[in-house]
Structures are given as structure tokens and as C-alpha cells.
């Protein structure tokens, strides 16, 4: 069954370094996602991508974050400078229409240090 | 921007047993979706109903939405050890399209 996959499964880093977060969504999926949910709280939504670009961002997803499509097959979730709030488990997801359901992949755990 | 509430927020049964779990949301929606979360994994999809649907069913599960009341139902038929997770309604509404609003879960046990 096709799966969406994301990596690191794990990313330590220093409060101020850049990271880069890595997805691979479902191959015949248009829309894709990034969501976080930080430890014992709601899972909340960043932003969604569509037809190469952003077709919608939440408050959170400021000018410290940046998602990409670089190929075919790769959708990328860059935070410039990172901050100790920033850690979080991020979830990466892709859906085959607009009004269907999510598929997440299985998360990457950020902690900033 | 509105969220879903789950309730309860724990809830521990015996194997064989239903599970139901509510979602309670204030404005109107365009769809409504449950999620499964096992511990520190990620998300799995499990049903999805319009806001002009009232029901729906997959396997063990059912999904009633009463859109008068604004809350919905996620009922479990004789669960299982595995269904131990938690439980998240999401929503779909007001001019967005892409962004669902998760609740806080609803966190199912089912002691063997």
C-alpha cells in the first residue's frame, strides 16, 4: 500500500540553525501538508500546497518557515532559524483531492536544543 | 478558528466491547474526518463525512454526523486490544478548503 514517508525520523538541533525536513508524498496525490503537534498538544496545520505553491498557511507558518516541490517526487519544509518553541513532531501529509482524506507520513521529531 | 471537542477525553473498555467518542464543533463545516493516532506515530485516516451525509460506515466503525446539533460520533463494534489509540475528529469548514482543525483527542484503551 503506498505510504507517505518522511526524513529524519529525528533531527537535534541548535536554536538558530536552519533545518530542512524532508517528505515524500503519495505519488498520484496533488495536495500536500504540513502539520506539527508539539508535545501533549493538538495537532495543528502550517500549510498546504498545491500546483506549485502555497495555496493556504496558518498564523504559525511565518517568514522563518519555507516549503518546497525541488522534484517530482520530494516535498521539503525549511525553518530558517530555529527556536526552542519550534520543537515538535512534524507531520508531513498528501491527499488525492481537496475533500478526501489525509495520508500522513509517519512524522519527523524536532528538538531544538 | 474553530475545533472540534472530543469527549470523552479518556476512555478504557474491555476487549469485545463498543467504543463510542464524540465530536462537538460551534460553526458550520464542509466535511468531517476521524483520525487514529497510535503513541508518538503518525495519523491514520479513517472515515470522512460530508456535511450533507448523516452516516457512514467502514468495517467496525461508525460515523454519525447531526449537523443540527453540531456534533458527530465515532462508534467502535467490538474492539480490540490493537484499537487502543487516540482518537481525533478534524474539520473541514468555513472558506478554507485545505486546513483541517484537529481536536485533542479522545484516548481509547481496551484492556484484554
Known amino acids: 500500500e503506498p505510504e507517505v514517508t518522511q526524513t529524519p525520523s529525528h533531527q537535534v538541533t541548535q536554536m538558530g540553525q536552519e533545518v530542512i525536513l524532508r517528505c515524500v508524498p503519495i505519488s498520484n496525490h496533488l495536495y500536500f501538508y504540513w502539520y506539527r503537534q508539539i508535545l501533549g498538544q493538538k495537532v495543528e496545520f502550517l500549510v498546504s500546497?498545491?500546483?506549485?505553491?502555497?495555496?493556504?498557511k496558518s498564523e504559525i507558518f511565518d517568514d522563518q518557515f519555507s516549503v518546497e516541490r525541488p522534484d517530482g517526487s520530494n516535498f521539503t519544509l525549511k525553518i530558517r532559524s530555529t527556536k526552542l518553541e519550534d520543537s515538535a513532531m512534524y507531520f508531513c501529509?498528501?491527499?488525492?483531492?481537496?475533500?478526501?482524506?489525509?495520508?500522513f507520513g509517519p512524522g519527523t521529531r524536532l528538538t531544538v536544543l | 478558528s474553530q475545533q472540534g471537542e472530543e469527549d470523552p477525553q479518556a476512555l478504557s473498555i474491555q476487549e469485545g466491547e463498543n467504543a463510542t467518542m464524540n465530536c462537538s464543533y460551534k460553526t458550520s463545516i464542509n466535511n468531517l474526518q476521524w483520525y487514529r493516532q497510535n503513541s508518538g506515530r503518525g495519523l491514520v485516516h479513517l472515515i470522512l463525512?460530508?456535511?450533507?451525509?448523516r452516516e457512514k460506515h467502514s468495517g467496525r466503525l461508525r460515523v454519525t454526523l447531526d449537523t443540527s446539533k453540531k456534533s458527530s460520533s465515532l462508534l467502535i463494534t467490538a474492539s480490540r486490544a490493537a484499537d487502543t489509540a487516540s482518537y481525533f475528529c478534524?474539520?473541514?469548514?468555513?472558506?478554507?478548503?485545505?486546513?483541517?482543525?484537529f481536536g485533542k483527542g479522545t484516548l481509547l484503551t481496551v484492556n484484554p
Open positions: 500546497f498545491y500546483n506549485n505553491e502555497i495555496s493556504e
Open positions: 501529509a498528501s491527499s488525492e483531492g481537496l475533500r478526501t482524506g489525509l495520508f
Open positions: 463525512i460530508r456535511s450533507n451525509e
Open positions: 478534524a474539520l473541514s469548514s468555513g472558506g478554507s478548503n485545505y486546513k483541517l482543525t
